[in-house]
T-cell receptor
Framework: GQSLEQPSEVTAVEGAIVQINCTYQTSGFYGLSWYQQHDGGAPTFLSYNGLDGLEETGRFSSFLSRSDSYGYLLLQELQMKDSASYFCAVRDRRDDKIIFGKGTRLHILP | GAVVSQHPSWVICKSGTSVKIECRSLDFQATTMFWYRQFPKQSLMLMAT?????????EQGVEKDKFLINHASLTLSTLTVTSAHPEDSSFYIC?????????????FGPGTRLTVL
């Protein structure tokens, strides 16, 4: 089966940098994704890592190490609007399902 | 970009009634759609994979007779919660991906908040 571990909550200060880690266990790995979800809203896609290394999209970057079954999401120049829950997700190559981690709630202090 | 809609956005019903939720891909065809359930402050739990023209694949622990899924066309999947009970109250979200996308990107509908009295 699949499982993902990420911290339940992280707190950071506006303007700072925060890293949200994710470790995964899956039998047919096919990429690690990150999604953002504001309260009451639907998840929105942030980034994807299919290969090892860093992917950068504006203030957000995501990293993957397949040998360590580990990835992280890096958020820079934090803004209050970044307060949300962040989910890592893996896609199982065998059945194409995408399984989500339990989510990390990011609190940003002014 | 790809847009997925859901209807209704919220529904309140009496215990014992059935509720149908529609999920539509508006500007692309989706051979596969996914249905998730989310309780407050919790993660998205995959309920089932909806395949156009065939039976849905349900996750372990999800009652297929209670949560009926029909994927009648390449742009529409429906989830019917039959004989709803208060414990079925939750946020139901569907998603779809564009077949050629290799980056796992799922496009989510806005969700349907179900409250069963």
């Amino acid at each position: 089966g699949q499982s993902l571990e990420q911290p339940s909550e992280v707190t950071a200060v506006e303007g700072a940098i925060v890293q949200i880690n994710c470790t995964y266990q899956t039998s047919g790995f096919y990429g690690l994704s990150w999604y953002q979800q504001h309260d009451g809203g639907a998840p929105t896609f942030l980034s994807y890592n299919g290969l090892d290394g860093l992917e950068e999209t504006g203030r957000f970057s995501s990293f993957l190490s397949r040998s360590d079954s580990y990835g992280y999401l890096l958020l820079q120049e934090l803004q209050m609007k970044d307060s949300a829950s962040y989910f890592c997700a893996v896609r199982d190559r065998r059945d194409d399902k995408i399984i989500f981690g339990k989510g990390t709630r990011l609190h940003i202090l002014p | 970009g790809a847009v997925v809609s859901q209807h209704p956005s919220w529904v309140i019903c009496k215990s014992g009634t059935s509720v149908k939720i529609e999920c539509r891909s508006l500007d692309f065809q989706a051979t596969t759609m996914f249905w998730y359930r989310q309780f407050p402050k919790q993660s998205l739990m995959l309920m089932a994979t909806s395949n156009e023209g065939s039976k849905a694949t349900y996750e372990q622990g999800v009652e297929k007779d209670k949560f009926l899924i029909n994927h009648a066309s390449l742009t529409l999947s429906t989830l019917t919660v039959t004989s709803a009970h208060p414990e079925d109250s939750s946020f139901y979200i569907c998603s779809a991906s564009i077949g050629s996308a290799r980056n796992n990107e799922q496009f989510f509908g806005p969700g349907t908040r179900l409250t069963v009295l």
